[in-house]
């Protein structure tokens, strides 16, 4: 029988790593209020964001792998080809923001003397010092932050209309074991795929 929900790896996967990137991205947008530039605690802030940074790049690799393996449930049967086609891109779409943002922050900083700061052990940076470099891939870093904050608030209005206008179990397929009518009004299976 088809799975008509999301795994619990890949739900476990979605919840975790969409905190720490809400956590992330504010982190990011409030480093010059909690280190202004050319403080002595800016450095050390600065590397807390890099050190997190690294590790959710890693969780999402280890996502991006989960689910290229695992085949994600069939569009319900009621979703419009519109709806499914918007879905699509979208997941698309922050697919490649979760990429961009940590490859651009890291690339970048080993065209920085400064270099990277793994929870405080230092990670000799393999580019040269190049600022302009720098100042291209964080600018790419800046705009992907920007991007993606479109591409989140798009992602949860998208939800919300299904939970509040629609009121069908699409945020269902994401979140373990609520007892709702996954496929059909005529049917109550609830099965995960992997
Ligand atoms: C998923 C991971 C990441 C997210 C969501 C994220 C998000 C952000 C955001 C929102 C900003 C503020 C942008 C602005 O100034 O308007 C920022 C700045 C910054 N990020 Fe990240 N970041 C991530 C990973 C990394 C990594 C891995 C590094 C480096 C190893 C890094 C280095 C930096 C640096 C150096 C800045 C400050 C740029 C500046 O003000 O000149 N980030 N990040
Ligand atoms: C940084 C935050 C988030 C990111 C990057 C993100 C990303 C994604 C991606 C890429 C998918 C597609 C999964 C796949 O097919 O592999 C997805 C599915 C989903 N997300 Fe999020 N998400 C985030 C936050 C949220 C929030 C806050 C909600 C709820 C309000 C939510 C609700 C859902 C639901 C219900 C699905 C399943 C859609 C379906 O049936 O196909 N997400 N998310």
Redesign the pocket.
Known sequence: MTALRYGRVSMLLHWLIGL??LG??????L??EIAP?NTPTRAGV?NL??????V??LL?VARLAWRLLHRPPPWPEWMPPWQRTAAHIGHRALYA??IV??????V??NF?K?G?MLFGSAIEPWGPDLPLVYRVL?GV??VT??V??GLILGHVLATLKHVLVDHDAVFARMWPETPTRLATPSSTSTQASP
């Open positions: 720490a990137l992330q991205i504010a982190f990011g947008f480093l010059d530039r600065i964001h890099k050190s997190f940074g690294i959710l790049g999402i923001c979760m943002m940590p490859l651009s922050g890291y970048a900083s920085s400064h990277v964080n870093h800046v932050a920007f993606f904050c």
